[in-house]
C-alpha cells in the first residue's frame, strides 16, 4: 500500500540517537507529526526542539518501554496531540556481547524485555488507534542476526528472530484489519549502539565492513514506509549473508565457528 506521509502521525521508540533518531528527523522532513519515546531526557529534547524549531509537531515521552505506563503515556499522547497513529516504529532496543557460556542468566531476560515483549506489548496497546488511522503501518526495527544467529549475540540474536516471527505472523492477521507490518534488518550502522549494550564480556573478531549511517537507514526505513515494502536489509553485506545462508546454511556454520 503506496502513501503519502504528509500530515501522518507516527511513534517512534528509542528516538534519542542512532537510528531512532534519524528516522524520526526523517519523518519530520516529510510532514509527520512525532510522538518520540526513549529515556534520556536531554537527548531526546534536542531531537524535540530541533522537529519543532522547523515547525513541527512534536512531543516527548520520556522514560522505559519496558514499563507498561510509559507505553500507554505514548499513545494516549498520540490520541491527544496528534488526534491519531498512522505509523508505529518499534526501534528501542539494546544488545549485549560475549560467549552464551559465560553470559549472567539475567542478559536474555533483559534483551527480551526491551526488544521482544515491549515491542510486542507496544503494538498491542497501539491497535485501536491504528486501525482507525489513515493507511496504518507498524515498522519493527529487528536486525540481520534475526534471519541468521551468529556467535557473541547468542541472546541478541534470540530476541531479533523472535521479532521477525511475530513480525511475520502479524502481517498476514493485520492484513484483515488494513495495517502493512514492516521489518527492518539493519546491518552494522553507526550508532551508540555497540558502546551501550547491557554486558560485553567478549568482542567478535569479525571481518573490517564499513559501517552505513544512521541517516541512511532512516532514509531506507522512510522510503520503505511510503512504498508499502514488507521486509528491508539496508546493509549489503547483510544481503550476502542472508542469501548465503539460505543457499547452504551449513557453510555460513561452518564460517560462524572460525570466529569463536
Ligand atoms: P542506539 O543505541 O543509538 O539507539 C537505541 C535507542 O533505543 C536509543 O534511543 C535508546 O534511548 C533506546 N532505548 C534502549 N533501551 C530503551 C528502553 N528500555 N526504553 C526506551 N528506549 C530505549 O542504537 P541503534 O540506533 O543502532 O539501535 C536502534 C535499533 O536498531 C535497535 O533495535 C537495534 O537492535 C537495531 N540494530 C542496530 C544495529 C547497529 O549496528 N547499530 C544493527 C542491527 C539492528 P535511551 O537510552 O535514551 O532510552
Redesign the pocket.
Known amino acids: 500500500m503506496k502513501r503519502n506521509l504528509h500530515g501522518a502521525r507516527a511513534i517512534v521508540?528509542?528516538?534519542?540517537?542512532?537510528?531512532?533518531?534519524?528516522t524520526a528527523l526523517e519523518l519530520a522532513r516529510h510532514g509527520v507529526g512525532l510522538i518520540l519515546?526513549?529515556?534520556?531526557?536531554d537527548?531526546?529534547r534536542e531531537v524535540t526542539d530541533r522537529i519543532a524549531a522547523v515547525g513541527g509537531t512534536v512531543e516527548a515521552v520520556v522514560?522505559?518501554?519496558?514499563?507498561r505506563a510509559?507505553r500507554q503515556q505514548a499513545i494516549d499522547a498520540a490520541r491527544e496531540k496528534l488526534g491519531g497513529l498512522d505509523i508505529l516504529v518499534?526501534?528501542?532496543?539494546?544488545?549485549a556481547m560475549g560467549l552464551f557460556v559465560d553470559a549472567d542468566p539475567e542478559r536474555v531476560r533483559r534483551l527480551m524485555?526491551?526488544?521482544f515483549f515491549?515491542l510486542v506489548e507496544m503494538t498491542r496497546l497501539a491497535l485501536p488507534l491504528l486501525q482507525q488511522g489513515n493507511r496504518p503501518i507498524v515498522v519493527n526495527?529487528?536486525?540481520?542476526?534475526?534471519h541468521r544467529g551468529v556467535p557473541y549475540s547468542s541472546e541478541?540474536s534470540a530476541?531479533?528472530s523472535a521479532?521477525q516471527g511475530f513480525s511475520e505472523s502479524i502481517r498476514a492477521e493485520f492484513t484483515k484489519l488494513g495495517i502493512d507490518v514492516l521489518v527492518?534488518?539493519?546491518?552494522?550502522?553507526?550508532?551508540?549502539?555497540?558502546?551501550?549494550v547491557i554486558e560485553r564480556t567478549a568482542d567478535p573478531k569479525w571481518p573490517e565492513h564499513r559501517?552505513?549511517s544512521?541517516a541512511e537507514?532512516a532514509r531506507q526505513v522512510v522510503r520503505a514506509i511510503r512504498k508499502g515494502k514488507h521486509e528491508i536489509i539496508p546493509?549489503r553485506w547483510?544481503r550476502v549473508l542472508c542469501r548465503l545462508n539460505r543457499f547452504s546454511p551449513r557453510l555460513v556454520d561452518y564460517l560462524m565457528t572460525r570466529y569463536v
Open positions: 521508540t528509542g528516538a534519542s540517537s542512532g537510528i531512532g533518531r534519524e519515546v526513549a529515556r534520556r531526557e537527548r531526546l522514560g522505559d518501554v519496558t514499563d510509559v518499534n526501534n528501542a532496543g539494546v544488545g524485555e526491551v526488544n515491549a526495527v529487528s536486525s540481520i542476526l534475526g541478541y530476541s531479533k521479532v527492518v534488518s539493519p546491518g552494522t550502522t553507526e550508532t551508540e549502539f555497540f558502546d551501550r559501517p552505513v544512521a537507514v546493509y547483510g
